[in-house]
């Protein structure tokens, strides 16, 4: 699936089953939510706390595509083409980091 085709199935479904979308503000508080829920998975399975029993189901491709369900319906509701800012973002590292990871010496 494209990020044009993943955009337009948002749209879809929030039009079918979610009446409308929620305020940018309400989106912006939602995705903050969940890349916390993507936190504590990430810090608790790979850092160096540990995993409590109620943690230990939490499935980590669930909650990060739940953080890319609120992007998207923060691009659609801002008239955001994620296909076009995301080459653009592409060729604005390439441009401004092509040597920088390379000659970062704690990368060796």
């Known amino acids: ?44 399975r790979y850092g160096e706390q540990s995993e409590k029993e109620s943690d230990k189901s939490k499935d980590l491709g669930d909650e990060l595509a739940d953080v890319l369900w609120v992007l998207i319906c923060i691009a659609n509701q801002t008239n955001v083409d994620l296909s076009k800012a995301f080459e653009k973002n592409i060729e604005k590292k390439t441009k401004r980091d092509y040597l920088r990871h390379k000659e970062n010496k704690k990368l060796e």
């Open 1 to 44: 699936m494209t990020l044009q085709e993943a955009q337009q199935k948002v749209d879809q479904w929030i039009k079918k089953y979610g009446v409308r979308y929620f305020n940018e503000l309400t989106n912006m508080a939602q995705l903050t939510e969940e890349v916390g829920e993507v936190a504590r998975i990430i810090s608790r």
